[in-house]
């Protein structure tokens, strides 16, 4: 739930970005070539640091998954220890 947080603002984040760059290209006393080269240099970088944001949330994931299977095979260890425990209990009190 909170990494769905950090991407909405990120989204909203990156599109203030652009709508701002886009407002104040428009109002810039610039020839329209001139702006139009700007606008495609502020689209290239916009895309490029959402492809970066996106691979370091990837990789976020992916340790996040990682370290859930981790835990899982942990519990599962525990469990099973525990479960052979109640096995030798039971068997040593009905060879009483």
Not at 18 to 27: D, E, N, T
Not at 54 to 64: F, H, N, P, S
Not at 69 to 92: C, H, I, T, Y
């Amino acid at each position: 739930m909170a990494n769905c947080n950090v991407v909405t603002k990120v989204t909203y984040f990156v599109a203030g970005v652009g709508i701002g760059a886009a407002v104040a290209l428009l109002f810039a006393p610039q020839s329209g070539e001139e702006t139009r080269k700007q606008i495609a240099e502020k689209a290239q970088e916009g895309k490029d640091y959402v492809a970066s944001r996106g691979r370091e949330i990837r990789k976020q994931a992916e340790d996040l998954v990682d370290q859930g299977k981790d835990l899982v095979n942990k519990q599962k260890s525990r469990l099973a220890d525990v479960l052979e425990s109640g096995k030798q209990a039971a068997r040593e009190t009905f060879a009483r």
